[in-house]
DNA sequence: CGCCTAGTTGACAATCATTCTCATGTAATC
DNA sequence: GATTACATGAGAATGATTGTCAACTAGGCG
């Protein structure tokens, strides 16, 4: 819980994440960097996205193939539309699928759950 | 979608996956074959385990660190319920939660989509 | 302002799951 | 039994992610 230290390098990366509102590889983000005047190490990269996604800063997801994206993100519980050709990402809210979840845990005698929902599609602009 | 040749490796993942409730690793299920009598390579595994899951014959989910995770499962459309202490798995349906991701799908004009839901928790044993 | 200390960084090595390569094995067909 | 296309296995290759450790720097203190 300790305030972390603002760096450069820390805020170039929280700036390019801003930047977009799809989610990003590490790697991408690292590369997209590069290419501007910063140059940050990829190994900072990872460090602080993983800080800033246990911090809940950031969401993470994983693409099919394993890798994770992150994108800034607010701080509200919610869950994600994802275009699976542009990879536009659209935050969606559902109530009902909250309560279900808590509702199928008590009945199997689970606790502390957390939920995760991935939805992906063809965006209109794909289709 | 030629049908497959039936083999002795085929076979014996097969068994092993039927062994178990619980969703496994590639690298385990290579194990736990290498432990018993047949020895299967672990490239043959992940090329079974690889077209299996495109037959809709296994699940796949991916555990956080991103390994992914296999279990024979039955073949009509669910999610799962799984402890994050013992890995015990619970196959769960949810009517609601299909028509929500195709509402909130439709409402952002989404084509073709598909979800996934996990939730963990831990279970009445592990609590 | 200059110094100290602990958190941060970056280059690169190390890990680890997964995939690729290709020579060899084998099920199905004739 | 011969043929052929698909399957397998050993090990190399890949690629994301993490670990290592010396060099760097933000912030507090005098």
Redesign the interface.
């Given at each position: 819980m300790s305030a972390r230290r603002p760096t450069r390098q820390r805020a170039a990366l929280a700036r390019a994440l801003e930047g977009s509102t799809q989610f990003s590889s590490a790697q991408e983000l690292h590369a997209r960097l590069r290419n501007e005047d910063t140059t940050v190490g990829l190994a900072t990269v990872y460090r602080n996205l993983q800080a800033m996604a246990s911090e809940g800063e950031v969401d993470v997801i994983?693409t099919p193939e394993?890798?994770?994206l992150y994108r800034a993100c607010s701080t509200h519980h919610h869950h994600h539309?994802v275009?699976r050709v542009c990879g536009k990402a659209?935050e969606?809210t559902?109530a009902?699928?909250e309560a279900?979840?808590e509702r199928?845990?008590a009945e199997?005698?689970?606790?502390?759950?957390?939920?995760?929902?991935?939805?992906?599609?063809?965006?209109?602009d794909c289709?």
């Open positions: 994983r394993g890798e994770a539309l275009c659209v969606v559902g009902g699928v279900w979840a199928v845990s199997h005698g689970f606790s502390s759950v957390q939920h995760t929902v991935e939805i992906v599609g063809t965006c209109s289709s």
